[in-house]
C-alpha cells in the first residue's frame, strides 16, 4: 500500500520524486528531479546576486504553482495504485 500523503510531500519536496516513490512512471520522475535541481540551482545565484526583478518573482510563483500540483497529482496516483491493489 502506498501512503498518498508520502506521494503528495515528495513532489512537493522535489518534482518527480513522488512519482519516484509511486512507482508509476519513474522515467518522468526522475526527469522531473533532474529538472527541479537545474532550475533551482540556477535560481539560487540569481537571487543571491540581487538581480531579481518582476521575471524572477514569475518564475518563483510558476514553480510553487508546479510544486502544488504535482503534489496533488502524486495523491491522486497513491490513491488509485492503493485501489487497484485492493481489488
Same mark, same amino acid.
Given at each position: 500500500?502506498?501512503?498518498?500523503? $508520502?506521494?503528495?510531500?515528495?513532489? &512537493?519536496?522535489? =518534482? @518527480?520524486?513522488?512519482? %519516484? !516513490?509511486?512507482?508509476?512512471?519513474?522515467?518522468?520522475?526522475?526527469? $522531473?528531479?533532474?529538472?527541479?535541481? &537545474?532550475?533551482? =540551482? @540556477?535560481?539560487?545565484? %540569481? !537571487?543571491?546576486?540581487?538581480?531579481?526583478?518582476?521575471?524572477?518573482?514569475?518564475?518563483?510563483?510558476?514553480?510553487?504553482?508546479?510544486?502544488?500540483?504535482?503534489?496533488?497529482?502524486?495523491?491522486?496516483?497513491?490513491?488509485?495504485?492503493?485501489?487497484?491493489?485492493?481489488?
Amino acid at each position: 500500500m502506498k501512503k498518498p500523503w $508520502l506521494a503528495a510531500i515528495l513532489n &512537493l519536496l522535489f =518534482f @518527480g520524486g513522488g512519482y %519516484i !516513490y509511486n512507482g508509476q512512471r519513474t522515467g518522468f520522475g526522475v526527469g $522531473l528531479v533532474i529538472g527541479w535541481l &537545474l532550475v533551482r =540551482f @540556477g535560481e539560487i545565484p %540569481i !537571487y543571491l546576486t540581487h538581480l531579481v526583478d518582476s521575471k524572477w518573482l514569475i518564475l518563483f510563483i510558476g514553480l510553487v504553482i508546479m510544486q502544488f500540483s504535482f503534489a496533488y497529482d502524486g495523491y491522486n496516483e497513491a490513491k488509485k495504485i492503493n485501489e487497484t491493489l485492493k481489488g
